[in-house]
C-alpha cells in the first residue's frame, strides 16, 4: 500500500516563526499536493508539484512556499507564520489525476 | 462558485440504518471521488469512478454523467462509520473538493 507520511501530527508555532512541514511518500507518486482544511471550507488547495523541482500554485498560496527536491518529499513552509494560518495540513499524493489519491494523516498547526 | 455541492451537510442516523450522500457538480468531469474522514483527520479514498456504480463492503457509489450527480450509499449503517464524507473531482491537476457531509450513527 502506498503510504503517505506528514512528519508531525500536532504543532504549536509562535508568531513570526519559520515553520517547515514535511511530507514524504513512498511509491514513486509523479504528483504531490498540500491543502488546508478550515471549519465551514473545506479542503482548499496551497500548491501542487507534478515533477521534482516543480510547483504550481494552488487556490490560497499567499504566505506559504514549497520545495520538492526529491521525488519522495515535498515540503511546506511558512516563512512567517500568522496565527490565520493556524489550520489542518493534509499532504497527498497521486501517479496521476485519473488515479486515487492517498492522503496523510495531517498536521494540526496551531499559532499563537 | 461552488463547482461541487454536498447535501446534507450534517446527517444522524441510527444504526442500521439505509444512508444516502448525495453531491452535484457543475462541470463535465471524467472521474469522481468519494473521500473518507474520520475524527483526528486521516483521509481515505474510498472510490474513484467514472460511470455507473462501485461497491465494497456496505458502501456503494453511483454515479450519472448525464445528470452531473453522484451518491453514496451506505447499507446497515454502524457507529463505526461515522465520519466525514467528501466528494471530489479532478481538475486542471488537481481535486475540487465539495465541503464535506458530516455523519453520526447512533448505536
Known amino acids: 500500500d502506498v503510504k503517505v507520511t506528514q512528519s508531525s501530527r500536532y504543532l504549536v508555532k509562535r508568531t513570526g516563526e519559520k515553520v517547515f512541514l514535511e511530507c514524504v511518500q513512498d511509491?514513486?507518486?509523479?504528483?504531490m499536493f498540500w491543502y488546508r482544511q478550515d471549519p465551514g471550507l473545506g479542503l482548499r488547495l496551497i500548491y501542487f508539484?507534478?515533477?521534482?523541482?516543480?510547483?504550481e500554485k494552488g487556490d490560497i498560496p499567499e504566505g506559504y512556499s514549497v520545495s520538492r527536491e526529491k521525488k519522495e518529499r515535498f515540503s511546506l513552509i511558512l516563512e512567517s507564520a500568522s496565527t490565520n494560518q493556524t489550520s489542518m495540513y493534509l499532504c497527498?499524493?497521486?501517479?496521476?489525476?485519473?488515479?486515487?489519491?492517498?492522503f496523510g494523516s495531517g498536521t494540526r498547526l496551531t499559532v499563537v | 462558485k461552488n463547482e461541487v455541492e454536498q447535501s446534507p451537510q450534517n446527517l444522524t442516523a441510527q444504526e442500521e440504518e439505509f444512508i444516502t450522500i448525495n453531491c452535484s457538480y457543475s462541470?463535465?468531469?471524467?472521474?469522481l471521488h468519494w473521500l473518507q474522514q474520520h475524527p483526528g483527520g486521516g483521509i481515505v479514498s474510498l472510490f474513484m469512478?467514472?460511470?455507473g456504480k462501485k461497491k465494497h463492503g456496505r458502501l456503494i457509489a453511483t454515479i450519472n454523467i448525464q445528470e452531473k450527480h453522484s451518491s453514496l450509499h451506505i447499507t446497515a449503517s454502524h457507529p463505526r462509520d461515522s465520519a466525514v464524507y467528501i466528494c471530489?473531482?479532478?481538475?486542471?491537476?488537481?481535486?475540487?473538493f465539495g465541503k464535506g457531509t458530516k455523519l453520526s450513527v447512533k448505536p
Open positions: 508539484s507534478y515533477d521534482v523541482k516543480m510547483k
Open positions: 471530489a473531482f479532478g481538475s486542471q491537476g488537481n481535486l475540487i
Open positions: 462541470v463535465g468531469i471524467s472521474a
Open positions: 469512478l467514472s460511470s
Open positions: 511509491m514513486d507518486h509523479e504528483n
Open positions: 497527498a499524493s497521486s501517479p496521476s489525476t485519473d488515479y486515487g489519491y492517498t
